[in-house]
């Protein structure tokens, strides 16, 4: 077969050490999460030794995150944010020197 030809499928699920390699962070953080709560709605489930997560729902996960993410969404940014001037203040010394 071509190796120009050959089509890898996206994989429909993640282990642990594939989504930890995709946050940049290690698979005990992950597990930590894990059990605390889990930090993907839908969630994990077991296979055997191993803990799989939706491809799918890491990626809805992902896109809600970067919404409330200053640094991922502009819209966010107090830098965006008009702001407001205020007049300088003029000490007492000053207005009587004028």
Not at 7 to 35: C, K, V
Not at 55 to 70: G, I, S, T
Not at 71 to 98: D, G, I, M, T, Y
Request: one cysteine or more; glycine letters at 4%; proline letters at 8%.
């Amino acid at each position: 077969m071509n190796e120009s030809t050959t089509d890898e499928a996206e994989p429909t699920h993640l282990t642990t050490r594939e989504l930890a390699e995709r946050w940049r962070t290690t698979t005990n953080a992950i597990y930590t999460s894990r059990s605390k709560g889990r930090p993907i709605p839908g969630g994990s489930f077991r296979r055997g030794t191993s803990v799989l997560w939706p491809l799918a729902q890491v990626k809805a996960y992902e896109r809600e995150r970067n919404l409330l993410d200053p640094l991922c969404n502009p819209e966010l940014r107090l830098a965006n944010q008009p702001v407001e001037r205020k007049r300088p203040r003029h000490s007492a010394a000053h207005a009587e020197a004028a």
